[in-house]
């Protein structure tokens, strides 16, 4: 187990679910995170416990308002900020950032370089991973319910798919956010800045209409899993 970079500040609070958490410090400098040593961060219940309690390691950084209780991991160089709760039995690790006030539970599994954000509520046996952006009022809780695809498209970058409340969808692409209905309307604005050969420019276009198609595939599977 890698050794921890933080301590209790002796600071203790109750939290909406009843939960009593405890506020942490930084013990050593984490330059990957921008912290220093002696910097106060966020509540956690309890760390390096016998099973059942939350857990943190490695260069993992909470702070803010954020909270973690329940049989949570936070591991790697995860970091959790704002007013996010990460509780169940849920595990974070890896590059990923849970800001806002998002909500992470159940058997959730976030990883990799994941972006987490606004109301997001995660939870069931959900797995966000590689480079997905999440926000807003997003609602998932099963695996399915994110679709990450990428690099693709004149930017080279990743699109994101996920549910939302009330069954709808939002979807990602680089720096723009949409829907699946608004993509391609999206992609002929901007083509008319593209300097790239014809070739390059029909196989991005390609591109985004091949996940325009897997994403309404993939909603529609939502629809048919909520009516059953």
């Known amino acids: 187990m890698a050794e921890r970079s933080y301590e209790f500040t002796g600071i203790e609070k109750v939290n909406a679910w009843g939960i009593t958490v405890r506020q942490i410090r930084a013990t050593r400098d984490i330059p990957r995170h921008g912290v220093k040593a002696g910097e106060v961060g966020g ?51 890896g590059d ?21 954000s606004g109301d997001a509520q995660i939870s069931g046996d959900a797995r966000i991973s590689g480079d997905a952006q999440i926000s807003g009022d997003a609602q998932i809780d099963r695996a399915w319910q994110c679709l990450v695809v990428g690099p693709i498209g004149s930017e080279n970058v990743y699109a994101t798919l996920y549910r939302t409340a009330n069954g709808r969808h939002r979807l990602h692409v680089g720096c723009w956010e949409g829907t699946l209905g608004t993509l391609m309307a999206e ?5 008319l ?31 048919e899993a909520e009516g059953q």
């Open 193 to 223: 800045r593209w300097t790239a050969d014809e070739a390059t420019q029909e196989l991005w276009v390609a591109q985004y209409r091949a996940l325009r198609r897997l994403g309404r595939a993939t909603v529609v599977r939502w629809a």
């Open 187 to 191: 992609v002929k604005r901007r083509r």
């Open 96 to 116: 990923a950032r849970i800001s806002g006030d998002a909500r992470i539970s159940g058997d959730a599994r976030i990883s990799g370089d994941a972006r987490i």
């Open 43 to 93: 509540w956690v219940e309890s760390a390096d416990l016998p099973s059942g309690d939350a857990r943190i390691f490695g260069d993992a950084w909470i702070f803010g308002d954020a909270q973690i209780f329940g049989d949570a991991r936070i591991f790697g160089d995860a970091r959790i900020s704002g007013d996010a709760w990460i509780f169940g039995d849920a595990w974070i690790s």
